[in-house]
């Protein structure tokens, strides 16, 4: 059933550099982007898709493939190179991004990108999306199963919780919903904006299960959750709290809130790229004490 | 985690820049410099946004009334229904918004909560159109005319730069029922150098006069209608520019006057033809029984591909030479 290739960590740590030097490349072509967003997910990302999801990238519309939905469309620039990789579209076609015409922008169109299952951009809907997808693949008899990617800013939108109400009441169990605390929004710090926490407590409260992904860079952690919430024997929706940095992977975006939207100039480009370029280069030496695998 | 309202530091490359730098750039989305100043004596005012303060650039008004700017979150049919319930008792509501997350997002609570009780509060939904560019149609608002200009009650007004914005949120602070300003994102060309003349609710302003044919533009299009009237009067074509700023009640007297004395009457809006300022040109033309011809500017009824709003403009044939060409293909073929 698993069609796409199972990769060990030290090729997928190599996939996520591969997504974060593409964010940075992508970004400079649009002249504009969300790193932040972006980076925040890349080990993620990496995981579910070269890991977990079973795809046919050479058949897109495969009846029972496992679904991906992005609630966070402004991070898509982030899936684009892994659709590229897995060979749902030509690697050509990301040098188009965000040009006129160009079927990859900000946000994913499922009727021009093959590999994205729903379109995004308003903030709160694609939850919503997931419970029906999950719905239809339950009558259907499918064992696909949906994973619905928010950001935590997101979880303001009183659709998430219609949604998240549906499918607890429903049990649900095969979606799943991935929140990334990557604890930033447009305008501020959440907990400045509008604090949801504690999340655990509501998705409980709304009948799922949550798994707490206490770093959602490290792999360790992030394969051993996926182990468990892809293990089959889920009799609820899961929803997995990532904590994770809002900018991962280049220092001055990491410290400070206002890379969730912006832009590099050559120099700084060279820069994010270069420290991006060392990491990867420290996991391909021989690990030293210290290191801790991210 | 800093919150600085800087921009990135001089450490980075010249060319670099975050949100807050970019923010430099939308220089004519003022609302938020104009609601600082008429709050200073109207303590009733206060300015609601759904996570969009920085990008609508009414955070300002934050540093002045804190206690009177409320930031909803990532929940805009929340924060409508908040603004009915403060203009219901007693406070007098500015709604910041993209026009996306705003008029198309929460139709129902503008509609429900704010129209049909008839409450004062003020919306403006920027970045209207097609100026989210690359974002996508998620974040386009080529129907929030049409949304809106059937609810009863509501007024919408479309400022189309600094000054006109600035003019119309003065004229109307008073104004006890509900109002819609769609505006853009801010880096459009300025069209104005004064206030305009005999501005009211109803009214349009007629930017040159022309014998050949009439374009009533809204936003964007105003400027480019008259780049396009430059373009053509080269050619000896007398072109008329309203700028129709009252899209509801829209100016009856000047579509009727432009069709009395030019052949061709033309709307030019970054909208969907259906619903938007070509849709309430034809009513008046059509209930008056006139003969004259409209040709309606805008999206033909697609949603807009992606790509830089600059090139869209291009591309649908938005843009000055895009109407020009519109005219004077129409011109010919009579």
Redesign the interface.
Same mark, same amino acid.
């Given at each position: 059933m698993m069609t796409a290739e199972v990769l060990d960590v030290s090729t997928l740590r190599s996939k996520a550099h591969m997504v974060r030097s593409e964010v940075l490349r992508l970004t400079e072509i649009? $002249?504009?982007g969300h790193y932040g967003s972006a980076f925040s997910i890349a080990e993620i990302l990496t995981a579910l898709y070269y890991r977990f999801l079973r795809l046919r990238p050479a058949e897109p519309q495969w009846a029972d493939r496992d679904r991906f939905t992005m609630g966070k469309?402004?991070a898509m620039i982030a899936v684009y190179p892994i659709l590229a990789d897995l060979g749902f579209f030509p690697k050509s076609v990301l040098d188009t991004y965000?040009?006129?015409?160009?079927?990859?922008?900000?946000?994913p169109?499922m009727r021009k990108v093959p590999g994205a299952d729903f379109?995004? /951009?308003?903030? /709160?809907h694609n939850l919503s999306v997931s419970v029906g997808m999950a719905l239809a693949l339950n009558v259907r008899r499918s064992d696909a199963r949906v994973v619905c990617m928010m950001g935590d /800013?997101?979880q =303001?939108? /009183?659709q998430v919780w219609e949604a998240a109400a549906l499918a607890g009441f429903r049990k649900l169990s095969n979606l799943i919903a991935i929140v990334d605390r990557n604890?930033?929004?447009?305008?501020? =710090?959440c907990a400045?904006?509008?604090d949801?926490e504690p999340l655990d407590e509501k998705y409980r409260a709304f009948g799922w299960d949550v798994v707490h992904l206490a770093d959602g860079h490290d792999w360790t952690q992030i394969l051993d959750t996926f182990a468990l919430v892809f293990d089959g024997t889920r009799t609820k929706p899961v929803a997995i709290l990532a904590d994770t940095v809002a900018g991962k992977g280049v220092s001055?975006m990491e410290?400070?809130?206002?890379?969730?939207? $912006?832009?590099?100039?050559? =120099?700084?480009?060279r820069r994010a790229q270069a420290e991006l370029d060392a990491q990867a280069a420290s996991f391909s030496k021989p690990r030293t004490s210290g290191e801790n695998g991210r | 985690m800093s919150v600085s309202e800087t921009t990135v530091n001089a450490e980075f490359d010249a060319r670099t820049w975050d949100m807050v730098g970019s923010l430099n750039l939308s220089k004519q989305l003022v609302s938020g410099d104009v609601l600082v100043e008429l709050a200073r004596t109207r303590p009733e005012i206060c300015v609601l946004t759904a996570d969009l303060g920085r990008p609508t650039r009414v955070r300002v008004f934050k540093e002045h009334y804190p206690e009177r700017y409320f930031n909803f979150g990532i929940a805009e049919r929340n924060m409508v229904g908040a603004a009915a319930g403060m203009a219901a008792s007693g406070m007098r509501p500015y709604i910041s918004n993209y026009a996306c997350f705003l008029a198309v997002l929460a139709t129902d609570n503008i509609r429900t909560d704010i129209c049909y009780p008839n409450l004062p509060v003020k919306m403006i939904g920027t970045h209207s159109g097609v100026a989210m560019g690359f974002y996508g149609t998620s974040h386009h608002a080529t129907e929030d005319i049409g949304f809106l200009r059937p609810m009863a009650n509501l007024t919408i007004l479309a400022p189309v730069d600094a000054l006109a914005l600035r003019q119309t949120l003065e004229a109307t602070v008073d104004f006890e029922t509900p109002l819609y300003l769609r505006v853009g994102r801010g880096r459009e060309t300025p069209v104005y150098d004064a206030p305009i003349e005999n501005w009211r609710i109803g009214g349009s302003a007629q930017l040159r006069d022309g014998t050949d044919a009439t374009i009533f533009a809204t936003g964007n299009c105003v400027a480019f209608a008259l780049l396009a009237a430059s373009e053509l009067a080269a050619e000896g074509i007398d072109v008329r520019v309203v700028d129709a700023y009252s899209l509801k009640p829209i100016d009856r007297d000047a579509i009727l006057a432009a069709a009395r004395e030019t052949s061709l009457v033309f709307s030019a809006e970054e909208h969907n033809v259906i619903g938007g300022l070509g849709s309430a040109v034809a009513e008046v033309l059509a209930e008056a029984g006139t003969a004259t011809k409209l040709v309606r500017i805008g999206f033909q009824d697609v949603y807009s591909v992606l790509g830089p709003p600059t090139h869209l403009y291009t591309y649908y044939g938005l843009d000055g030479s895009g109407i020009a060409k519109r005219v004077r293909d129409e011109l010919s073929a009579r």
């Open positions: 649009a $002249g504009s469309g402004h965000t040009r006129l015409k160009s079927p990859l922008g900000d946000h169109d379109s995004s /951009g308003s903030i /709160g /800013g997101e =303001a939108e /009183g604890k930033v929004q447009s305008d501020d =710090a400045t904006v509008l949801m001055f410290t400070t809130w206002q890379w969730h939207l $912006g832009y590099l100039g050559p =120099a700084d480009y | -």
